[in-house]
């Protein structure tokens, strides 16, 4: 005869989340910070102008933060290779991304 379930039986398993963001390009991989980690570095009006410039203004946003991540150099040449649709698509879940731990900037 089995023992009875408890609540904690049915839990699921943890899985480990990634601290950073990691892309492929060209069978390299790559990875990114979180956005956190330059979250610091974005002066209120940039802040102010991505917030009343709708999507263009979080693009550019996500631009400026990039370009902030001075140890990222290669990665961030290998983002900007990719074709444009799917770099944007790359930059937009890198904006999202939510490290082990952390929170990402969209919450």
Avoid: C, N
Avoid at 5 to 21: G, H, L, M, N, S
Avoid at 22 to 42: C, G, I, K, M, R
Avoid at 58 to 75: C, G, H, V
Avoid at 79 to 94: D, G, H, N
């Amino acid at each position: 005869m089995t023992a009875p379930r408890k609540p904690q039986d049915r839990k699921p398993k943890a899985v480990e989340q990634p601290k950073t963001f990691t892309f492929e390009h060209e069978d390299v991989s790559y990875t990114l910070p979180p956005v956190e980690s330059v979250a610091a570095l974005v002066p209120g009006r940039t802040m102010r102008d991505a917030v009343m410039d709708g999507e263009e203004g979080q693009l550019r946003l996500a631009f400026f933060m990039l370009e902030k991540l001075e140890d990222s150099a290669e990665a961030i040449d290998a983002l900007y290779s990719k074709p444009a649709p799917e770099m944007l698509e790359l930059v937009q879940s890198w904006m999202t991304f939510k490290p082990a731990g952390g929170v990402s900037l969209g919450e």
